[in-house]
């Protein structure tokens, strides 16, 4: 089982990517800011646990993010009714 400074950094993970996505950045971006990110915040202790650069956050993206973003999709509300199809 993870401890809880393993969890939030693999929390911290998924924002970060999900923010670098919604913003149109490169995934190369994220290997300077998680290094600096462990540099700056001492505490808590999950920051210096995280550690995502380009390799890391396309497989964050492809098994984490886009099922989740697909469920989401396809479960929307269409003309009034649920559309639940290819769920």
């Known amino acids: 089982m993870l401890t809880d400074h393993f969890a939030e950094s693999a929390a ?3 924002a970060l990517v999900y923010r670098t996505v919604r913003h149109n950045q490169s995934y190369n971006s994220l290997n300077c ?3 600096l990110l462990s540099v700056v915040f001492k505490e808590p202790p999950a920051a210096k646990h ?10 964050i993206v492809s098994q984490v993010l886009a099922p989740e973003a697909s469920q989401q999709v396809c479960c929307t509300e ?3 009714r649920i559309r639940v199809a290819d769920c």
């Open 78 to 80: 269409f003309y009034g």
């Open 12 to 14: 911290a993970e998924v």
């Open 50 to 59: 995280i550690r995502c650069g380009r390799m890391k956050s396309s497989k």
């Open 33 to 35: 800011t998680t290094k």
